[in-house]
């Protein structure tokens, strides 16, 4: 079954520019959604179709996908972006997630 | 604005069924899908299945095929989900959201219905 890879965690400082990856087999040829999750809230979309941003997105969400590996930037990183980040996606009929990135902002 | 309100939360025996409501207001109900997700305790995201509110086609994650239906209620603007033969590892936040293909992005989640499943 068709798997995609996420970082456990990553830590950026305050303003700086956070990257998280999503990795999986040829995963450039298929769309990207990213979701934010702070504890004990359900999912939010903050990217979808690899690059585009939902309406009340902050513009400092940006993501790319190609080749195997998909990202979510997160330019001049604020501590409100603290929470658990998963990638999403499908594949031969069925949508996967990845296992989700725990974002610190420290 | 978009809402989904899922039913309260349930503790269920080993064994038993649980179904679980999910009322959509401020948009189209039949123009959009509805696709379920689960989140164990302390856990990632898990894709449970995804239901056409037009024709009523499904599609379910394979391992829970067999355990799961997804139904809706064009009337009322309500889906459900029921999971049988629950087991301890099926306890999980259960969310509802808005999925226009089984395929695309969820834009709208409900707030979640905890399902303990216990002795």
């Known amino acids: 079954s068709y798997e995609l890879t996420q970082p456990p965690s990553v830590s950026v400082s305050p303003g700086q520019t956070a990257s998280i990856t999503c990795s999986g087999d040829?995963?450039?040829?298929?769309?990207v959604y990213w979701y934010q999750q702070k504890p004990g809230q359900s999912p939010v979309l903050v990217i979808y179709?690899?690059?585009k941003r939902p309406s009340g997105i902050p513009e400092r969400f940006s993501g790319s996908n190609s080749g195997n590996t998909a990202t979510l930037t997160i330019s001049g990183t604020q501590a409100m972006d603290e929470a658990d980040y998963y990638c999403?996606?499908?594949?031969?009929?069925?949508?996967?997630f990845g296992g989700g990135t725990k974002l610190t902002v420290l | 604005q978009v809402q989904l309100v899922q039913s309260g939360a349930e503790v269920k025996k080993p064994g038993a069924s649980v179904k679980v409501s999910c009322k959509a207001s401020g948009y189209s109900f039949s123009s959009y899908g509805i696709t379920w997700v689960r989140q164990a305790p302390g856990q990632g995201l898990e894709w449970m299945g995804w239901i056409s509110t037009y024709k009523g086609d499904t599609n379910f994650a394979q391992k829970l095929r067999g355990r799961v239906t997804m139904t809706t209620d064009t009337s009322t603007s309500t889906a459900y989900m029921e999971l049988r033969s629950l087991r301890s590892d099926d306890t999980a936040v259960y969310y509802c959201?808005?999925?226009?293909?089984?395929?695309?992005?969820?834009?709208?989640w409900g707030q979640g219905t905890l399902v303990t499943v216990s002795s």
């Open positions: 179709e690899d690059n």
């Open positions: 040829k995963l450039g040829d298929k769309y």
């Open positions: 999403q996606a499908w594949d031969s009929s069925h949508v996967v």
């Open positions: 959201a808005r999925g226009d293909t089984p395929a695309a992005g969820i834009d709208y």
